[in-house]
C-alpha cells in the first residue's frame, strides 16, 4: 500500500510563504512523478505542480510558475512544494499524488496514489 503523507500547511499572511512535503511510503523508484494539487470549497481539484522522479522535468500551473517551486529528495523519499508570494485565492486544502507511470500529469486521472491533504489558509 502506497501511503503519501502531506504537511507543512498552516496559516500565513499574504505575501507570506509555505513550504508544504510529501513523504512516499515506497522507495521512489517505484514512482515516476508526483504532483501537487488543490481544493477549496466548492470547486474542482487542480493542479499545481508536477515532478519526474529520474529526470527532474517539472510543470506548474500558470498562475503558480512564478511563485511556486516543485522539487525532490530522492533518498528521502519527499518531494516538496515552496509556495512564495502566498495570495487568499491559494486558500486550499493542498494534495500531494504519486503517479506510477507516465500519464496526463495536469490531470486528476493521470495519478494513482493521493495524500489526505493539508490545509493552506492564507488571510488577506
Known amino acids: 500500500q502506497v501511503q503519501l503523507v502531506e504537511s507543512g500547511g498552516g496559516l500565513v499572511q499574504a505575501g507570506g510563504s509555505l513550504r508544504l512535503s510529501c513523504a512516499t511510503s515506497?522507495?521512489?523508484?517505484?514512482?515516476?512523478?508526483w504532483g501537487w494539487f488543490r481544493q477549496a470549497p466548492g470547486k474542482e481539484r487542480e493542479f499545481v505542480a508536477h515532478?519526474?522522479?529520474?529526470?527532474?522535468?517539472?510543470a506548474y500551473a500558470d498562475d503558480v510558475e512564478d511563485r511556486f517551486t516543485i522539487s525532490r529528495d530522492i533518498a528521502k523519499n519527499t518531494v516538496y512544494l515552496q509556495m512564495n508570494s502566498l495570495k487568499p485565492e491559494d486558500t486550499a486544502v493542498y494534495y500531494c499524488?504519486?503517479?506510477?507511470?507516465?500519464?496526463?500529469?495536469?490531470?486528476?486521472?493521470?495519478?494513482?496514489?493521493w495524500g489526505q491533504g493539508t490545509q493552506v489558509t492564507v488571510s488577506s
Open positions: 499524488a504519486a503517479a506510477r507511470y507516465s500519464s496526463a500529469y495536469r490531470e486528476v486521472h493521470g495519478y494513482d496514489y
Open positions: 515506497w522507495r521512489t523508484f517505484n514512482i515516476y512523478a
Open positions: 515532478i519526474t522522479r529520474s529526470v527532474g522535468f517539472t
